[in-house]
């Protein structure tokens, strides 16, 4: 099999200068290192900010550090909405399970030496920092960063600074960063569905696949199909504020005082186009983490996945209904009531397949040998997040229920839930499962055990009373409860969540400390110190440059061979060939 | 425990119950097992009926040529593997007791394969002593010891005895002799233990052995899991049932049944969410590593189905019931003798127009907008119907009675929210949005917006005031003398 990627590695070694192998590298695995860091500063961003909300809304007249004039005025408060909601979103939930482990270890796992396009990754990797540099320098322009929300609904983002400091300079910013980020998703998608497609070592078929592959490749579909919408929706909206256009503005806008000039436009034409991107764009960040966890499930039960063609099948279902739902945002946005039935019943059939793989799991651990390793705790975690968060969507997939619950927190703690927290524990046990093998060394154990209790524990602190925030009708996205007088008895839960969230954040500093740490103090890793069946598993901790060193692999089996009767080894790696048992057996028969 | 059938290993290994010694009788040149070999390659090629929906004797997928030449004995082995391991291993004390049935001969493994385990005869369920069992193994590893090395042979007896020994013979007769004897290890063991950790390279040793225990998994973990969803569940319950965080009671009648709605939904969800949060608890503490074998298993179709229609009916069935409250609410129009008010949003206000006496809104032109000069709707002065227009910044309404707003925004888009109504709408500059309801119950009640729509979102409130009719004709007039 002969491909460029593999031309290219076969003649030429790893680049010896530091900036060609270090920065401005081709290589999947610094690519996708290059991502993953870029996704840790994005999460410790967001995690600040979200940091600085929760204080503000329990004590809104304390001083804070980061805030200019000390205490946080309401726009300030809906700039940091906005940038936590984009940075998360964006910034970690798309690029860390996607790109960074995606790029890591789907060449890997399908015995590829190199992504399809490797300069194509490079490219990809660097307009998504010059996005998140974009995005950032929101903040520190005039007017500081836009307070639309990381839906950006116009008018309110569509006509400039006239609808609100941040609005200005900030938005455009903002939406060119969305733009930058867009596309540079639509490169890396590509390359992953031409490197599924084209670069699989022989013998693996499709159904030979590890479930992170199929999780990546259907997630790829997602990016490519859904951010192209969203490319194409924020050049209309930079075109509605800079070119004077009137894709989402109607006649008639009166905005503080001033008429404004637009005519024709519909701003349920942003929602459309935003959800369609958007909805897709959650099971964007989660399907790489349930791939992951069905992976670490199967590694860590010691079982085969309970299911794996209904597991691959499920996979596919969300995707494809993941973009017939999209609605479900808008029931009550003015669109057509009839709709919300349609979308309404297309959102709970969405449930069918997730509350499948969730039976799946269970059936996966069932009957296994359970090892608790802290990428199965947190596979496990996942989990758990994902039913609780799933079934609280069940209510919300409900046009009216959603009439009720719509914009409270519980939709703010079903999302984080589900999307947020179920993601992130995918990622952190794809973290703890592969940072053997991205760098050679074992994290500590325990200190990754007592991040996940407080993690764990933590989150479910924070974002479970959100749900009966919103029951009792707390509206999201308020920067303080003097508007309306009840809100102002749920404070007690909201100081209780806010606690939650700075332990819980604290208990990240125990993450970042081990995993700077055991970078360079940890136990050296053997190949295989999970005993996976993958191909990752078969080469040296971390892969050589072009991964298995020459000796590209062939799959005689499927990914998930544990515990299979007969064999002594409890897993059987996929590369293992039979014939060469066989030959063993006519030496010693031979030799006997 | 359950003990699981005890297995005669020279029956085993004659008939071929694993792969390897299938493959290594096939060496052997035994004709009895050459024979079966390829009677069962024959009987899978020819089809005669043993393709059931047991997913694990489906006809193997040839996927290269290479595999089609080596595998197709193989193959057969390892599924015949599997049909007699897969389904019915028995955990025996941390080893895994295979399953006694053997199958003797082509009929039975036909029977077998066509119908289950079911029919496989009785009478070729062997027991034997655990010793007499070991002992054939024994002799029989000899036979396969060259061939088995490749294979990872294991021996599925129990080697050591010895503590199972002593277990057995705790009795009344000997109580006093082996609690000593217990105790003694035990206090042996910890002085060992001490001992060496004086060293430096017994303690290294100890650790490692500590990670090693670690790796063989200490029942802490799924433990205080179990234990972290059990609270979970039980704190999340007892908040529902105790009903301390609930909106206040609907004012409307679609609003109860919206509610009705929400407590069908939530009985749903929550048998679910508590059924799946204790049953992962149960799951990761009850098949924890403690030395087992996991039971081989690639799913199941029967289980597949059954779990797929089940969330399909409870789903889809959920969204059909929660329908009807959407279409009352939304799909009928008003009725005719609604009263209509609109209501007209603005950063970060609400503004309120009766039609007047003449039951017609007059014109508005966005122009004429100018809020300081008292006109926030830009209301055409030249418009005779607009004169007698009220214009309020509160909501006041007539119990009892049907009521339809109009929903429209001058800026961006803001929202019409009242908790007691059970109503939400976003009100969307350049369309006009109507929504119906009659309130029956009088009082204040708070109107909030809840679509983000600037830097005052959260000041954005107004009231509504559900009145009686003479009150509400009182208010009309009081009004329509102030414009």
Sequence with gaps: ?592 | MREGPKLDRTVEWQTGSSPHSLLCAEKLGSARHTCRVESLATLSKQRIGVYPTRHFFRRPKVSNRRSARLGAKMRLCFRLAEIKLGGTCTRDGGRTAKEGRVVETLDEVYDYLRTGRKTVTQSSVKTVSPLRSWRNWQTHQLEGLALARAWWFESTRPHQTYRRKIQASIGYSRFLSNAFRVLYDGASKTTMRLSRSLSADGFARIKSRRTERDYRGSAAPPALLAVLLAVLVAVTVYIFIAHIYAPPPPITSVGRQIDRQYNLTLYVTGAAFVLAQLGLGFAILRFRDRGQRAHFTRGSTVAEILWTSITIIAFVGLGIAGSKAWGEMRFAPASRDSVQIEVTTTQFVYTFRYPGADGKFGRLDPSLVNAPAGNPLGLDPNDAAGRDDVVVPILTIPVDRPVELLLRSQDVIHNFFVRELRLQQDAVPGMVIPIHFTADRIGRYEIVCTQLCGLGHYKMHSFMDVVSEPNYEQFLRKQAALQ
């Design chain 1, 1 to 592: 099999m002969s491909s460029p990627a593999r031309d290219a590695h076969d003649t030429a070694e790893a680049p010896s200068s530091f900036v060609r192998r270090y920065i401005f590298s081709s290589d999947h695995k610094v690519v996708g290192l290059q991502y993953f860091f870029l996704a840790l500063t994005a999460v410790t961003i967001g995690i600040v900010l979200s940091l600085l909300m929760r204080f503000h809304l329990v004590w809104p007249a304390a001083h804070l550090p980061f805030v200019a004039g000390g205490i946080m005025e309401p726009e300030q408060y809906l700039a940091l909405v906005t940038m936590h909601g984009t940075l998360m979103i964006f910034f970690v939930l798309t690029v860390a399970p996607q790109s960074a482990f995606g790029n890591y270890f789907l060449p890997i796992q399908i015995g590829a030496p190199d992504m399809a396009f490797p300069k194509l990754n490079m490219l990809s990797f660097w307009l998504t920092f010059i996005a998140f540099l974009c995005m950032i320098a929101a903040f520190f322009v005039r007017g500081g960063a836009p307070i639309s929300g990381w839906t950006a609904y116009p008018p309110l983002s569509g006509l400039g600074e006239i609808t609100g400091p941040g609005e200005g300079l900030g938005q455009t910013l903002w939406i060119v960063s969305i733009l930058i980020f867009c596309f540079a998703s639509l490169l890396g998608s590509v390359n992953f569905i031409a490197t599924i497609i084209d670069l699989r070592a022989p013998g693996m078929t499709l159904m030979r696949m590890p479930l992170t592959v199929w999780a990546w490749l259907v997630t790829a579909v997602l990016t490519l199909l859904s951010f192209s919408v969203l490319l194409a929706g924020g050049i209309l909206l930079l075109l509605d504020r800079l070119a004077g256009t009137s894709f989402f503005l109607p006649a008639g806008l009166v905005v503080n005082g001033q008429v404004q000039s637009h005519s024709g436009g519909s701003p349920l034409l942003w929602q459309h186009l935003f959800w369609f991107f958007g909805h897709p764009e959650v099971y964007i960040a989660i399907l790489p983490g349930m791939g992951a966890v069905s992976h670490i499930l199967a590694n860590f039960a010691r079982k085969p996945v309970f299911g794996y063609r209904v597991m691959a099948a499920t996979l596919c279902a969300i995707g494809f209904l993941g973009f017939l739902l999209w609605g479900h945002h808008m029931f009550v946005s003015g669109m057509n009531p009839y709709s919300g039935i349609a979308f309404s019943l297309l959102t709970l059939s969405i449930g069918v397949p997730s509350a499948v793989k969730t039976f799946n799991w269970l059936g996966t651990l069932w009957g296994g040998k359970i090892q608790f390793h802290s990428p199965m705790l947190f596979a496990i975690g996942f989990v758990s997040f994902f039913v609780t968060g799933g079934l609280s969507g069940i209510f919300l997939a409900q046009p009216a229920l959603d009439s009720v619950l719509h914009a409270t927190y519980y939709v703010v703690g079903h999302f984080h839930l589900v999307m947020g927290v179920a993601s992130i524990f995918g990622i952190f046990a794809a973290t703890y499962y592969w940072f053997p093998k991205m760098f050679g060394r074992m994290m500590n154990e325990t200190l990754a055990k007592v991040h996940f209790w407080l993690t764990f524990a933590g989150a479910y602190c924070i974002f479970m009373p959100m749900h009966f925030v919103g029951i009792a009708g707390g509206i999201r996205r308020y920067a303080d409860w003097t508007g309306a007088n009840y809100l102002a008895a749920l404070q007690p839960l909201h100081r209780f969540m806010t606690i939650a969230a700075f332990v819980t954040a604290a208990a990240q500093i125990i993450f970042f400390y081990n995993f700077f740490r055991s970078l360079s103090k940890g136990a050296r890793a053997s190949v295989n110190p999970w005993n996976g069946t993958t191909l990752e598993w078969t080469t040296a901790s971390p892969p050589p440059f072009d991964n298995f060193n020459g000796d590209y692999p062939r799959v005689y089996r499927g990914p998930y061979e544990y515990s299979v009767p007969g064999a002594s080894q409890d897993f059987l790696p996929q590369n293992v060939a039979p014939e060469k048992v066989l030959a063993d057996d006519e030496e010693s028969q031979h030799a006997g």
